[in-house]
């Protein structure tokens, strides 16, 4: 009896145990996606941040590469050893592998539901940003189900009958339908009780449901201006996540999910512009440094998880010899300024070719104007962040960012 006894009194105490050390379950998810965001890519950043800043050679850390956990994931599609965009997002928001050019489908073309969906029906707020448009291939794949991830108007639909709490950022490409005829996907969206707001100047602090948040309405179509055009009165994706947090924090005691993509690292990647892809991977970093600071408030509560879809471009630190010359990009890039860019205006060879002697300036190098099939960096930090250190696939982020949820 009293051996009997003594195993109850033991396995209480270990069933106690247990449900004490049991991990935290993260009451607010960020998942940050820099679109063709490769190790490269964030190197060449931080290498440039420090030379912005002091001039000598060294690196400042971005606001993520501090994150105390650092995996990488594999990027392949179930089509092809290098994904695209569309691919890569299904794979990161619904944890399923499928063809290039796929939306929210697997290769059969049947609906996979990503993790935003899932968190949504167990009641967490959830928010979709980006850089880029709104119902592009990164954003879309987490509220978003086609074959074909240029069909954008079908996108724009699902968009609004999708119920997320905040989308914010660049608009809706072919609002009306490639050929112009529909229904606009904002008048769909504000049908379905988005409140459409242009700009920080029509912003309320009151509004705390479905908000669309949008450029100015003469914009509000396009992706967000980069950092190297923009003026004071243009919305930033830095902005945008702090407005996001807003409406999405609103409901005191309601977990949310916010995915938030800078998209622009891989246009400017595929265009061989080391400037450009340089002045938006810091942006997204600064967007980032946003959600940091509210981890900072809720450490015990917050898991933030920074990743990329894959790299694009091949973009290498060197060029020839052992000197990179970020003096020498400056200098090209404010050559280009005060000639205002003038011989360069619908030439697309122009173009090339001054981006080609400006990467020769800088002594930066690029292996193609396409993406890359290689591993690309996860860093992470906050409740469950372990989860994420080590070599993985890109399936498994969203799976675990899953598990760890209630």
């Not at 959830?126 to 991830?149: C, E, K, L, Q, W």
């Not at 702090?242 to 005191?252: N, P, R």
Request: hydrophobic content about 35%.
């Amino acid at each position: 009896m009293k051996k009997t006894l003594n195993a109850v009194v033991m396995a209480a105490i270990l069933l106690l145990t247990a449900c004490t050390n049991s991990p935290k379950e993260p009451k607010y998810i960020f998942y940050f996606i820099g679109d063709g965001m490769g190790f490269s890519h964030v190197s060449i950043a931080e290498n440039y941040a420090n030379y912005a800043r002091t001039g000598a050679i060294g690196n400042d850390n971005l606001s993520f590469s501090e994150f105390p956990v650092l995996g990488m994931a594999s990027t392949y599609s179930a089509s092809n050893n290098i994904t695209c965009s569309s691919a890569a997002g299904t794979a990161l928001s619904t944890g399923h592998k499928t063809n290039n050019g796929f939306l929210g489908v697997a290769p059969d073309s049947s609906w996979v539901i990503s993790i935003a969906n899932k968190l949504q029906e167990k009641g967490y707020r959830i928010g979709v940003a980006s850089s880029v448009n709104i119902n592009h291939a990164t954003p879309a794949s987490f509220y978003g189900h086609s074959a074909d991830r240029n069909d954008y108007y079908i996108l724009a639909e699902q968009l609004a009958t999708s119920n997320f709490d905040f989308f914010g950022g660049g608009g809706l490409l072919d609002p009306c339908g490639k050929n112009g005829d529909k229904k606009s996907g904002y008048a769909l969206a504000e049908e379905n009780g988005y409140t459409l707001v242009h700009g920080l100047g029509e912003w309320n602090s009151s509004l705390t449901d479905k908000v669309f948040l949008l450029q100015n309405k003469e914009n509000r179509d396009n992706d967000l201006r980069s950092p190297g055009d923009r003026d004071e009165n243009d919305l930033t994706l830095p902005q945008v996540v702090e407005k996001g947090i807003e409406v999405l924090e609103t409901a005191e005691g309601t977990p949310f999910f916010f995915m938030v993509e800078g998209g622009k690292i891989d246009w400017f990647a595929h265009a061989n512009n080391p400037k450009a892809t340089i002045l938006e991977t810091l942006d997204f970093s600064d967007a980032i440094a946003v959600a940091l600071k509210f981890y900072e408030k809720y450490p015990d509560e917050t898991l933030i998880v920074v990743t990329a879809d894959h790299e694009t471009g091949g973009f290498a630190m060197g060029r020839k010899g052992y000197s990179v010359d970020f003096a020498g990009l400056d200098a090209a890039e404010q050559a280009h300024k005060d000639s205002d860019g003038k011989s360069y205006e619908n030439n697309a060879n122009a173009e090339k070719e001054r981006l080609q002697k400006t990467n020769e300036a800088a002594r930066l190098g690029w292996t193609t104007t396409g993406h890359c099939g290689g591993n690309v960096p996860v860093f992470a930090i906050g409740v469950g962040s372990e989860a994420f250190a080590g070599k993985m696939d890109n399936t498994d982020i969203p799976k675990r960012i899953l598990n760890l949820s209630k």
